[in-house]
């Protein structure tokens, strides 16, 4: 089975704080991909990487980064955490069709 | 440009009434098709894709979804609903002709209850 890993399922951070989200996935996807999801609003794409120090904005990424040093590790970079960043954020693989998502990380920015 | 519909913000059915929750879509070529699931506080759970072939899909749980090119629609169904199939539903699409976008693009989502 695709495994997707995500560092923390709860974060509590304070504004203004670098917080660094992580994400490993175990079956050798060259995509990868960061979501944010909000009531309402589904998942909405941050960024995503589709190679080793490959990287592509998504549909809402102001105010994040992302590194792929490794091919199974994808990191997502809140350089100065704000409370409009309260969230949470699920990060995803893909094979050739599906997209693997991991159980997700709730951030909440006081 | 690609997007997803999702109508209904929430679908209450009663058990063991059948359920159908709406998708419609939107890719400037052919898409694939998939519905996801998500439980409180988890990620998002595989239920079912449409590739090619077949117009009705079968998936995990005894959901399956019909598509319909000529609605641009597929919408999720299951003849007889439980308890435990209450959770939050996305539907997503991606253009076949997509080489750069590479995401899924997803719904608003539906929250589906399943009444005793």
């Known amino acids: 089975d695709v495994k997707v890993t995500q560092s923390s399922r709860y974060l509590v951070k304070r504004t203004g704080e670098k917080v660094f989200l992580e994400c490993v996935q175990d079956m050798d996807h060259e995509n990868m991909f960061w979501y944010r999801q909000d009531p309402g609003l589904g998942l909405r794409l941050i960024y995503f990487?589709?190679?080793?120090?490959?990287?592509e904005k998504g549909d809402i990424p102001e105010g994040y980064s992302v590194s792929r040093e490794k091919k199974e590790r994808f990191s997502l970079i809140l350089e100065s955490a704000s409370t409009n960043q309260t969230s949470m954020y699920l990060c995803?693989?893909?094979?050739?069709?599906?997209?693997?998502f991991g159980p997700g990380t709730r951030l909440t920015v006081t | 440009a690609q997007s997803v519909a999702q109508p209904e913000d929430q679908v209450n059915v009663a058990e063991g009434n059948p359920l159908t929750v709406k998708c419609t879509y939107s890719v400037s070529g052919n898409p694939y098709l998939f519905w996801y699931v998500q439980y409180p506080n988890r990620g998002l759970q595989f239920l079912l894709k449409?590739?090619?072939?077949?117009?009705l899909v079968k998936g995990s749980y005894g959901f399956e979804a019909e598509f319909n090119k000529s609605q641009t629609s597929f919408h999720l169904k299951k003849p007889s609903a439980l308890v435990s199939d209450s959770a939050l539903y996305f539907c997503a699409v991606r253009d076949k002709m997509d080489t750069g976008r590479r995401a899924l693009t997803f719904g608003s989502g539906t929250r589906l209850q399943v009444q005793p």
């Open positions: 449409y590739i090619t072939g077949d117009n």
């Open positions: 995803a693989s893909r094979d050739r069709y599906e997209q693997y």
């Open positions: 990487s589709y190679d080793v120090k490959m990287k």
